[in-house]
């Protein structure tokens, strides 16, 4: 009798355990779901931009400036109180240089992340997202992709905050004439991106009456141009124009220095970064190479102040565009301010108007403050003006500097004024 | 004079190409299948000798020492881990497990190394003339290393125990180990050899090139050209195709540009395998 009591006992304790579990389980789920939309409904507004930048291989140099840069326009912007659609999430992805890489990585941000707008590519991925903007309605914008073939396609959904490898070739070609060189040779790496700005320059070389030994096209990757150089080291020329990646365009230098060539050279965008000094040896090139590249009018009070805030946070210099990198994002926020739309379309529609044609403002806290005034905004950014003309780009201003003690130093400057292009 | 000049340079490119080849054509005949991932040991011999010289301040030599000897232990360990298991699996699965390979040691020497170029800590190349025409250190070198490296092969496959066990398996793996071959000790010599191989490719292009964490499976389609043009022959065979290939593509930079340089490599392949469809050694796989 005891025995089949204590048995009942068990079960009882038994059922009431189980349902003891079973109702804490179901509390615990209530609670849960009436607390949770509370918390979300307290969280932050945010709104998400995509970051697409090669951060690995040959570009990954340029990369992480970018979006270092992108990244300290983001802190102002949200210092500020952010945008309409809430503070700027950054989504970071590398491209690897790779277009199908880059329009994978791209695809993700805007269909899982929710990116309103893409930026930061570099012109093979530019051209390949083409398409995906224009589908996906998201905005696409680089800070370096000066390739031509976006002068055709651009406009729409891809906008650019640096002009078009045609401005490059024209401060190219007029370095060369000013120089004064009698015979030039030139060699250009097998891209789209290269070959266009050189043949621009080599017309205004062959117009000046200089001598075109060879123009030599080059494929990347290659351990050895020794067979692109025999030609050209045969003519002996004053100078050479180099349009070429790093990888390429040290091997090239070393090659034609160990060669016996002693004239003076021009390297394209991709050369202007301090590892060449390092690679090839400051003493080959230090008083007789220069470098010419797409660049801010440093004398403006915009890139000045963006320069302190870049030395400030980032302890140095700010690298080769930076502050194109830094207008974009602003631009950005500024259209999403304007438009008071959290989408790509919506950054669409007001990303020209916020670039031109009202009160000039500098950064994106005065802007905002403007366009709460109901008042028409003209952002003049750290990069110079940033009007975008029909296809998406803007047009620019170029530097050349001289390899002086194994750095960079600036030795001439072309404003966006005396361009055609 | 200018022809004789390209045609120089094309010696020392085909030198480079027959180093960067042998010890894929080594893998090919005894494991039977095309290893895409040799290229990647000729970047992690690259990047180790690099670390070596310029990070620890090494000097060449030992470092480019213990950079072989890192692509050698890398690729015996890919061997025995990825390959060894799934041989039976036939050529095609051992392939498009290489490409996997590749893809994961070029992720690894990604993150290792990160962004930029690399160079080593060496003077640049000193050109000397013999009859007007211009050679350099480096391309010297580059061949001394690969006549070293052809003669020492065919001496080990010729005269060692090893060396024959690797050449009876690369006639017929089956008959081999009917015949008392060990097949899994002569497979992992292979891996070995052919890594190695592959080091001293690496070391090579260290030397002449600007490293780029790219640059070293860049290399994998004229290694192709090569091997293909080579056929399934013996040693020779791979010298003589990277010589043939290595002068067609320089020495066609005299008429026509230099962009169409990497089209001619696949161009003579594909003239050789209109007339011999099995390659210069014109065997075919068994």
Redesign the interface.
């Given at each position: 009798m005891t025995i089949a009591l204590k048995a009942e006992t068990k079960k009882y304790q038994r059922f009431f355990k189980t349902m003891g579990f079973c109702l804490g389980i179901f509390a615990m789920t209530l609670v849960s779901t009436m607390i949770l939309p509370m918390r979300s409904a307290h969280a932050e507004k945010q709104v998400t931009v995509g970051v697409l930048v090669p951060l690995t291989g040959e570009l990954g140099e340029f990369g992480t400036v970018v979006a270092r840069s992108i990244e300290l326009g983001v802190k102002q912007i949200n210092t500020a109180g952010g945008t309409t659609c809430g503070k700027i999430r950054l989504v970071t992805r590398d491209t690897h240089g790779n277009p199908e890489r880059g329009i994978r990585e791209a695809t993700k941000m805007i269909e899982s992340e929710g990116a309103v707008a893409v930026i930061g590519p570099e012109s093979g991925v530019m051209v390949a997202l083409v398409d995906l903007a224009k589908r996906k309605k998201t905005v696409i914008m680089s800070p370096y992709a000066g390739t031509i073939t976006l002068n055709k396609l651009g406009g729409d959904f891809v906008y650019r905050t640096v002009s078009s490898d045609l401005g490059d070739g024209d401060a190219s070609g007029m370095w060369l004439t000013e120089k004064g060189y009698k015979k030039v040779a030139f060699l250009v790496q097998n891209e789209e991106s290269t070959i266009s700005p050189a043949q621009v320059a080599k017309k205004i070389v062959e117009k000046s009456g200089m001598k075109l030994t060879d123009f030599v096209i080059f494929n990347p990757g290659q351990p050895s141009y020794q067979a692109e150089l025999i030609s050209v080291l045969a003519h002996n020329p004053d100078a050479i124009y180099l349009a070429g990646g790093q990888q390429s365009g040290v091997t090239v230098i070393k090659e034609a220095t160990s060669g016996g060539f002693a004239g003076e050279w021009l390297f394209t965008a991709d050369l202007a970064v301090p590892e060449v000094f390092d690679n090839v040896g400051a003493e080959h090139i230090n008083g007789r190479a220069y470098v010419e590249f797409a660049d801010a009018d440093r004398s403006l009070p915009e890139f000045k102040a963006f320069e302190k805030l870049y030395r400030e946070e980032e302890g140095k210099e700010p690298g080769p565009f930076a502050s194109n990198s830094f207008d974009m994002i602003n631009l950005v926020a500024l259209a999403i301010e304007a438009s008071g739309q959290c989408s790509g379309s919506g950054i669409n529609s007001a990303i020209r108007d916020v670039a031109d044609g009202g009160s000039v403002v500098t950064t994106f806290a005065e802007g905002k403050a403007a366009l709460a005034k109901g008042m028409n905004i003209n952002f003049e950014g750290a990069s110079g003006p940033l009007k975008f003309d029909k296809s998406g780009g803007v047009s620019g201003a170029y530097s050349i500097q001289a390899a002086k003690n194994g750095k960079w130093a600036n030795e001439k400057f072309y404003p966006a004024s005396v361009f055609k292009n | 004079m200018?022809l004789l000049?390209?045609i120089v340079?094309?010696v020392?490119?085909g030198c480079?190409l027959i180093l960067a080849t042998i010890g894929f054509s080594l893998t090919r005949h005894v494991e039977g299948f095309l290893n895409i991932a040799h290229a990647q040991l000729l970047g992690v011999s690259a990047f180790s000798t690099w670390w070596i010289n310029v990070v620890l301040g090494w000097p060449l030599i030992p470092s480019a020492i213990i950079g072989i000897f890192c692509a050698a232990l890398i690729g015996l360990v890919i061997g025995r881990v990825v390959y060894e298991p799934i041989r039976s699996a036939g050529p095609a699965i051992l392939l498009i497990s290489s490409v996997g390979v590749a893809h994961i040691l070029g992720g690894l020497i990604?993150t290792a190394i990160?962004?930029?170029?690399?160079?080593l800590n060496i003077d640049?190349?000193?050109?000397y003339r013999f009859w007007g025409i211009?050679i350099?250190d480096h391309?010297l070198l580059v061949v001394a290393l690969a006549v070293i490296a052809s003669a020492s092969l065919s001496l080990f496959l010729a005269k060692s125990r090893t060396g024959l066990a690797i050449r009876a398996m690369a006639v017929n793996p089956s008959l081999a180990a009917s015949r008392g071959v060990d097949v899994k000790r002569t497979s992992r010599a292979t891996w070995l050899l052919s890594s190695s191989l592959a080091g001293l490719a690496g070391v090579v292009?260290a030397i002449?090139?600007?490293?780029?964490?790219?640059?070293a499976f860049?290399?994998i389609l004229q290694i192709l050209a090569v091997a293909i043009l080579a056929g399934l022959g013996s040693l020779f065979t791979v010298i003589w195709s990277g010589l043939i290939i290595g002068i067609a593509?320089?020495a066609s930079?005299f008429w026509i540009?230099?962009?169409y340089?990497?089209l001619i490599a696949f161009g003579v392949v594909i003239i050789v395998l209109v007339f011999r469809p099995d390659g210069l050694s014109g065997r075919r796989s068994s």
């Open positions: - | 200018l000049q390209y340079s094309g020392a490119t480079f990604d990160g962004t930029g170029i690399r160079t640049i190349a000193t050109s211009r350099t391309q292009l002449i090139a600007t490293l780029s964490t790219e640059i860049e290399q593509m320089d930079v540009p230099a962009g340089r990497p």
